[in-house]
């Protein structure tokens, strides 16, 4: 049973950058597919980025601005945001799936089979 938490997200001003780290533990991050989702006050969550062992991929609306990676040695993901915009403000998740299929993909954005969440960090983007 992977157990995520994560942590980084606090207030920042637009133009400016955070980096979120979600630490695993209870399991090896490795391999798993890794993504990071959000969800913004009166919205639906939508997936943001994700990496698989085939692909990487970013949502349209952050494409250029946000990155995702992990660290196998500390068994943790990252996403780092720069120029954030007010739009940007969510609870951001992160979530983990041990599968052999490429759910990175056009799409991913709706997308709901992930097996493990964490509890979110919540991420202000303001002036």
């Known amino acids: 049973q992977l157990h995520l938490v994560e942590s980084g997200g606090g207030l920042v001003q637009p133009g400016g950058s955070l980096r979120l780290s979600c630490a695993a533990s209870?399991?090896?991050?490795?391999?798993?597919?890794i993504g990071w989702f959000r969800q913004a006050p009166g919205k639906e969550r939508e997936g943001v980025s994700c990496?698989?062992?085939?692909?990487?991929y970013y949502a349209d609306s952050v494409k250029g601005r946000f990155t995702i990676s992990r660290d196998n040695a500390k068994n943790t993901m990252y996403l780092q945001m720069n120029s954030l915009k007010p739009e940007d403000t969510a609870v951001y998740y992160c979530?983990?799936?041990?599968?052999?299929?490429?759910?990175?993909?056009?799409?991913?954005?709706?997308?709901?089979?992930?097996?493990?969440w964490g509890k979110g960090t919540l991420v202000t983007v303001s002036s």
């Open positions: 209870a399991g090896t991050l490795e391999y798993f597919a």
């Open positions: 979530a983990a799936e041990l599968t052999v299929e490429d759910m990175c993909v056009v799409g991913f954005e709706n997308y709901n089979g992930m097996d493990y």
């Open positions: 990496i698989s062992r085939y692909s990487t």
